[in-house]
């Protein structure tokens, strides 16, 4: 079986190739600063996905959020964003001049909260789908909303109604059976899953025995933990019958071939955008090659 | 002292900051060689536009970088030492101590190797005119390795015709390999253990010059260690004179990316570093003791 590349389509959004950008990994409006028009001249991903916002904006953690390991990085930023109506005004526009669709990541702390940032943002033309950050606590119950099949599934037929744009649930790693997880999703009504987020990590500072970063423990990303990615997508593309966005340490177009192996219909570059800010183009482009070595 | 406040300067204003190639390129080593103790490496780019002072590149070695998944992981940011157009290409210097594994990669780098180069990056030094209305002069305050980035601006000064004053201070010898890149003779120093100039801080050096009748129509422009940093933007600010304060955090991406490199905002909230920086009014910021560097 060759891999699937080339044109896919996720909830309907037809997309160019299979290479997205995971959340909070690349900042286009910020890009286009250091970069000029050249980023739009051959943007690396086939849809953008925006960085977390929420409904009230936030600083975002203390520094230091960053710590290097062998392989990876520990980030603990704390979400940062303009908050909704910052990010409606200011963001948004220039987001849509990518030409590529928006996937727009949200997250709250309630369902009510959730159902009026998923309401305010799907309504906008601009905007083709919506990624739901399930990493946050349910303020009512304290519970990790996507730790619990229960409380995803709770929250997805909240937010179902209120709009016929595809959601997409990112899904924590750092549980038992993420599969769990992802079927609660669908029956919840999710059009498609997204893993895996940052794996629960902590660096201490030898010299002091405290945390190393600001806010304590943060999220490991990178190298370190594409195999541990690699096997919970395919766990989640065993049990549904959703699209999967596959990501986690994925570097080359060979990485972003075993993830779509492993049943994802697209994937996603997140860390290596750090090391090579044209990485998802160069995955893009690794990846046709390897279809084409494959073709018959 | 009676000092005359420096004149209010234009708010939030946007320097125009040289915009890098998208993505990294291969650049060739050209030669590496010891300053003091530290390393001067230089690589011949061929691709990148003339940087501004102030701006930054993120580098990593082409080889034995991230090999047998150890540290270095991700890209160093560093400032540039020296640049000069070399037929189509120029040459990047940078001045670099090996203090942790990505530091002691660049500074081993040997004539034939490749760097894997992104840049320039940044907010550059802003013009004295710029900060100060009808500013007569500049003043350059570095310290240790931190003098590399002045260098460059003090050369840009002295072509535009602006008089610099350049005050440079340095914990030992070992640690004065910054001073061969100024080549003007115009140079004040500072050594913490008496071998050159005066026995003490640079700051201290500053703090006389801050006593003179000419204070305010000329602003400070500083890089060095956190601690020197702090010291002149508390003293500029006690004095209301403006200074530009060339500044390093831990960082990923080096173009607005992982939000890694977050500095405190004097009005609240961080600014990104790599994007809002790394040259920042010393107004802007709550303080410029940035947590974290010590992780390199």
């Known amino acids: ?296 | 002292m009676s000092a005359t406040p420096a004149p209010s300067p234009p708010q939030g204003q946007e320097i125009e900051r040289v915009t890098a190639p998208f993505g990294r390129r291969l650049c060739d080593v050209a030669a590496n060689r010891a300053s003091g103790g530290y390393r001067v490496f230089s690589l011949l780019d061929g691709e990148g536009p003339e940087p501004a002072a102030g701006q930054f590149y993120m580098l990593s070695a082409a080889s034995r970088w991230d090999s047998d998944g150890e540290r270095p992981y991700l890209p160093r940011a560093f400032s540039f030492a020296a640049c000069e157009a070399l037929g189509g290409a120029r040459r990047l210097d940078f001045l670099v101590e090996a203090v942790g594994p990505g530091t002691e990669r660049l500074a081993a780098l040997a004539k034939g190797e490749q760097v894997w180069v992104t840049g320039p990056l940044g907010r550059p030094f802003a013009p004295p005119g710029a900060l100060v209305d009808g500013a007569a002069g500049a003043i350059l305050v570095g310290g240790g390795i931190g003098v590399a980035p002045l260098a460059v601006w003090a050369e840009a000064l002295r072509r535009a015709g602006v008089p610099t004053r350049v005050l440079l201070g340095f914990r030992d010898r070992n640690h004065s390999g910054g001073l061969a890149l100024f080549s003007c003779s115009e140079v004040r120093l500072a050594s913490e253990d008496g071998h050159a100039g005066h026995r003490g801080y640079v700051t201290d050096l500053l703090g006389v010059l801050l006593e003179g009748d000419d204070i305010g129509t000329a602003p400070v422009y500083a890089c060095g260690p956190p601690a020197m940093l702090e010291a002149v933007r508390a003293m500029c600010a006690e004095r209301g004179v403006v200074c530009e304060l060339a500044m390093e955090s831990p960082m990923a991406c080096g173009y607005g990316a992982c939000f890694g490199c977050a500095v405190p905002l004097a009005a609240g909230g961080y600014m990104r570093l790599c994007v809002d920086g790394p040259v920042v009014r010393g107004d802007q910021i709550q303080t410029a003791l940035v947590a974290g560097t010590g992780h390199r």
């Open chain 1, 1 to 296: 079986m060759s891999p699937a590349v080339g044109a896919v389509s996720i909830a309907g959004i037809e997309l160019e190739h299979p290479v997205l950008n995971g959340s909070g990994t690349f900042d286009a409006i910020a890009a286009r600063r250091a970069f000029g028009e050249a980023l739009l001249d051959d943007f690396p991903f086939a849809a953008f996905v925006s960085k977390t916002i929420t409904l009230e904006p936030r600083a975002g953690n203390p520094p230091p959020r960053l710590y290097e390991t062998p392989a990876g990085m520990i980030n603990s930023i704390g979400l940062p964003n303009k908050g909704l109506a910052g990010f409606l005004e200011h963001d948004l526009p220039q987001l849509a001049e990518l030409g590529v669709p928006l996937i727009v990541s949200v997250m709250a702390t309630s369902a009510e909260e959730f159902s009026r940032l998923v309401a305010a943002v799907a309504e906008r033309e601009e905007v083709a789908a919506l990624e739901l950050n399930v990493s946050c606590p349910n303020v009512h119950s304290g519970l990790i909303v996507g730790e619990r099949p229960e409380e995803t599934r709770a929250l997805l037929e909240a937010l179902r109604p209120l709009s016929a744009k595809p959601l997409i649930v990112k899904l924590t790693p750092n549980v038992a059976a993420p599969a769990e997880i992802a079927v609660a999703a669908e029956e919840g009504g999710a059009d498609a899953v997204s893993l895996v987020n940052t794996l629960k990590a902590l660096a201490i500072d030898a010299a002091t025995g405290e945390p190393w970063l600001g806010a304590g423990r943060g999220g490991l990303s990178g190298a370190a933990i594409r195999a541990v990615a690699l096997a919970q997508v395919s766990d989640v593309a065993a049990a549904v019958s959703i699209p999967v966005i596959g990501m986690g340490g994925i570097a080359s177009g060979r990485h972003a071939a075993a993830f779509i192996a492993a049943g994802a219909t697209a994937i996603a570059v997140g860390t290596e955008s750090f090391r090579d800010p044209r990485a998802g183009a160069r995955i893009r482009d690794e990846l046709a090659e390897l279809s084409v070595a494959a073709a018959p």
